[in-house]
């Protein structure tokens, strides 16, 4: 499945979902992300949790979305071994390589 935006233009060509606890914990540690794939962190449900980069030796970026998958927050070029807090709360989290997409706060994303 592709991520596209509201005007139904493709932003990545594949998407990875992470929805359970298991998963969302492992995120991308250890892994690293692919040029046009998307790695969306599901929540099922509004969440404030904080994000960190242990073991995950590339910067990425990460989205944060709420129920209507409209940006709420962004964090760009998250570093190795950082931690984050979102100021918001959200229902999804949406991770690329660093620079792949250009979303803005109020930006909608379609998966």
Known sequence: MALTDARGRTLAARTVFFRNGWTQGLGLMFRKPRDGVAYVFDFHREVNVGFHML???WPIDVYFLDARK???DAK????PFAAYRPRVRFSYALETR????SLREGDTARF
Do not use: H, K, Y
């Open 70 to 72: 409209r940006v709420v």
């Open 98 to 101: 660093a620079g792949l997409l």
């Open 76 to 79: 760009r070029g998250f570093r």
């Open 55 to 57: 073991f995950v030796f």
